[in-house]
């Protein structure tokens, strides 16, 4: 059974995914925050990234995760979409 002490340290790991996800100013190769996500099914991590798209202000973030083409040719493939960073992180995903 876990601590009280290890379920405040778990919870404070995922507020820190969703802020980060959140501040794209933070973000070290912005435009782009890579993720990633334990796939049990395939036994590895799967990898992507949260685009800062658009002009608006402030700037919209998708929460789409996209798969990185093998080359400049292949278009981006959209592995998983959210409409928040909360259910997001539910999900599984996590700053890489």
Same mark, same amino acid.
């Given at each position: 059974?876990?601590?009280?002490?290890?379920?405040?340290?778990?919870?404070?790991?995922?507020?820190?995914?969703?802020?980060?996800?959140?501040?794209?100013?933070?973000?070290?190769?912005?435009?782009?925050?890579?993720?990633?996500?334990?796939?049990?099914?395939?036994?590895?991590?799967?990898?992507?990234?949260?685009?800062?798209?658009?002009?608006?202000?402030?700037?919209?973030?998708?929460? %789409? =995760?996209?798969?990185?083409? /093998?080359? $400049? #040719?292949?278009?981006? %493939? =959209?592995?998983?979409?959210? /409409?928040? $960073? #909360?259910?997001?992180?539910?999900?599984?995903?996590?700053?890489?």
């Amino acid at each position: 059974m876990a601590s009280r002490k290890t379920k405040y340290a778990e919870q404070a790991l995922l507020e820190r995914e969703i802020k980060m996800l959140k501040s794209p100013g933070d973000w070290p190769r912005w435009p782009f925050l890579p993720v990633k996500r334990w796939d049990s099914k395939l036994r590895t991590n799967v990898c992507g990234y949260v685009v800062e798209c658009g002009l608006d202000t402030p700037p919209r973030i998708d929460y %789409k =995760v996209f798969e990185h083409p /093998k080359d $400049a #040719e292949t278009p981006w %493939k =959209v592995l998983a979409e959210y /409409k928040t $960073a #909360e259910e997001m992180v539910a999900d599984g995903w996590r700053v890489d």
